[in-house]
T-cell receptor, first 113, second 115 residues
C-alpha cells in the first residue's frame, strides 16, 4: 500500500474551514484515498473516500489533485467537536483485497474558539 | 454508535497473565479486524478474520492469538502479558459485499492495563 505524509498538527479557528493536506505521491491506479478521524481515544470514524474525482458528503469534502499525488480534506465549518487526529490512508479497493487499513501518524487538528 | 461491541471496556491485570477481549461485529459483517493502539506505536493492524478464517496478519505477537466463531464474534487472546502490552485494542468490522466502500466500523475499544 502506498505511503502517505501528513503534517503532525494543525490549528483552525472555530467556524472556519479546516484544510488538511495529505501527500501520497506513490499511489497506484487502483488505490483509493480514505480519511478517518479519531476523537480522543474513541474508535476511528470513517469520513470520506475517493479515487480520482472530488467527493463531498455531510461531513467533509475531499479534493484529489489531477495527478492523484496529493489530496486535501476540507471540513467546511469546523467546530470544537472536530478536534481529533485525522488519518489519510491509501488502500486498494475491497475487491480481491483484505480491506485492512494501515494507519500512519495522522494530523492532530485543534479547533480553537 | 458504530454497531460494533467490544468487551470489556477496561481491564487491569498483572504481568504474566492471560486475557481475552471480545468483539461482536455489526450485524451481517463477515470481516473482523483487530488493532492495537499504544502511546508510542499508533494504530497497528494485528489480524483480520473473514467468515471464520484468518485473512490477513499484521504485527501480531506470537503470544497473541485470535479466532472468529460461527456466530461471527471474535476473540483476541493475549497471554504472558508484559507491561508493553498495555494499550487500547480496537475491533472493526465491515461488509465486504459493499463493493469498494472500504468503510471499516470501529468499536470503542478495550483498554488493557498491565501492572
Amino acid at each position: 500500500d502506498a505511503k502517505t505524509t501528513q503534517p503532525p498538527s494543525m490549528d483552525c479557528a472555530e467556524g472556519r474551514a479546516a484544510n488538511l493536506p495529505c501527500n501520497h505521491s506513490t499511489i497506484s491506479g487502483n488505490e483509493y484515498v480514505y480519511w478517518y478521524r479519531q476523537i480522543h481515544s474513541q474508535g476511528p470514524q470513517y469520513i470520506i473516500h475517493g479515487l480520482k474525482n472530488n467527493e463531498t458528503n455531510e461531513m467533509a469534502s475531499l479534493i484529489i489533485t489531477e495527478d492523484r499525488k496529493s489530496s486535501t480534506l476540507i471540513l467546511p465549518h469546523a467546530t470544537l467537536r472536530d478536534t481529533a487526529v485525522y488519518y489519510c490512508i491509501v488502500r486498494p479497493s475491497l475487491a480481491g483485497n483484505t480491506g485492512k487499513l494501515i494507519f500512519g501518524q495522522g494530523t492532530t487538528l485543534q479547533v480553537k474558539p | 454508535d458504530s454497531g460494533v461491541t467490544q468487551t470489556p471496556k477496561h481491564l487491569i491485570t498483572a504481568t504474566g497473565q492471560r486475557v481475552t477481549l471480545r468483539c461482536s461485529p455489526r450485524s451481517g459483517d463477515l470481516s473482523v479486524y483487530w488493532y492495537q493502539q499504544s502511546l508510542d506505536q499508533g494504530l497497528q493492524f494485528l489480524i483480520q478474520y473473514y467468515n471464520g478464517e484468518e485473512r490477513a496478519k499484521g504485527n501480531i505477537l506470537e503470544r497473541f492469538s485470535a479466532q472468529q466463531f460461527p456466530d461471527l464474534h471474535s476473540e483476541l487472546n493475549l497471554s504472558s502479558l508484559e507491561l508493553g502490552d498495555s494499550a487500547l485494542y480496537f475491533c472493526a468490522s465491515t461488509n465486504t459485499g459493499r463493493a469498494n466502500t472500504g468503510e471499516l466500523f470501529f468499536g470503542e475499544g478495550s483498554r488493557l492495563t498491565v501492572l
